[in-house]
């Protein structure tokens, strides 16, 4: 049964515990965070555990209950900790594209940076601050545009779905090239080549062969792959939005002033 008395950590005040009188906290949540951060970038989240933390702070784990709760707040905390790298301006330029191709560059570096989030991410709802201070700015880049409310969120969720499966496969291919030794060249070449080769001569999959043989942008790099589709999708997205002109009376702004 759940218990009805959990709140959100971010509508949980922040505790200051003292160990003596006149003393600073002996601890705080970002204190907290920044360390299980950094146990998961290097060796994922499932070794951030409150016993593993504070190890690190040189206290006992009980101690840090007081200050995060929950293994789940820790997560959310994580989360918000690794979305307030993402820099972007104080809000959007009014070219959408621009506006919406440096947020998914910028997410996808701030995701390979921490391989965990991703998962963390897509696993959980969660609306921290700086999620929030992100999501914003991507519904905002659309303002104009003549969209409804309910199109560009549906459209940044696309966008987002896009840029997580993006990240969530380039970080699978470098943990799989570290997995067996291979640099993902070498993986391609050596331990998947002899077999495509194989498929390819059976002539069993012809448009399997065609992908592999007639292909433009096999050999495209990470980033160009990633900017690839980001740009296909970004042409999907433009297709639908609606010719009119800002100033016309029934262009529909959706910001905190309409």
């Not at 949980?12 to 920044?34: D, L």
């Not at 799989?176 to 069993?204: C, F, I």
């Amino acid at each position: 049964m759940a218990d009805e008395n959990v709140t959100s950590i971010w509508m949980q005040p922040e505790v200051h515990v003292r160990s003596g009188p006149g003393r600073r906290p002996g601890y705080s949540r970002e204190q907290i965070t920044r360390t299980a951060v950094r146990i998961a970038d290097a060796e994922g989240v499932e070794a951030a555990t409150m016993r593993r933390i504070a190890g690190e702070l040189g206290t006992g784990a009980m101690s840090l209950y007081r200050y995060v709760p929950r293994r789940d707040d820790l997560f959310d905390l994580m989360i918000d900790l690794a979305m307030s790298e993402i820099e972007l301006p104080d809000g959007p330029s009014g070219d959408w594209r621009a506006d919406l191709t440096l947020l998914a560059e910028r997410t996808r570096a701030t995701g390979l940076r921490h391989p965990w989030l991703i998962t963390l991410l897509t696993s959980r709802p969660t609306l921290g601050p700086h999620l929030l201070r992100v999501h914003e700015y991507a519904l905002g880049a659309f303002n104009g545009t003549g969209l409804d409310i309910d199109d560009v969120t549906g459209f940044a969720g696309m966008l987002d779905d896009y840029v997580h499966s993006a990240i969530r496969r380039e970080i699978g291919w470098q943990e799989e090239a570290r997995r067996t030794g291979l640099d993902p060249e070498r993986w391609k070449r050596d331990y998947m080549g002899p077999y495509v080769r194989h498929v390819v001569a059976s002539g069993a999959f012809p448009l399997f062969n065609r992908s592999i043989l007639d292909s433009r942008t096999a050999h495209l790099s990470p980033e160009e792959r990633f900017r690839q589709g980001l740009d296909r999708i970004l042409d999907a997205i433009a297709a639908l939005i609606p010719a009119t002109d800002p100033g016309a009376p029934h262009a529909r702004r959706y910001d905190a002033q309409a």
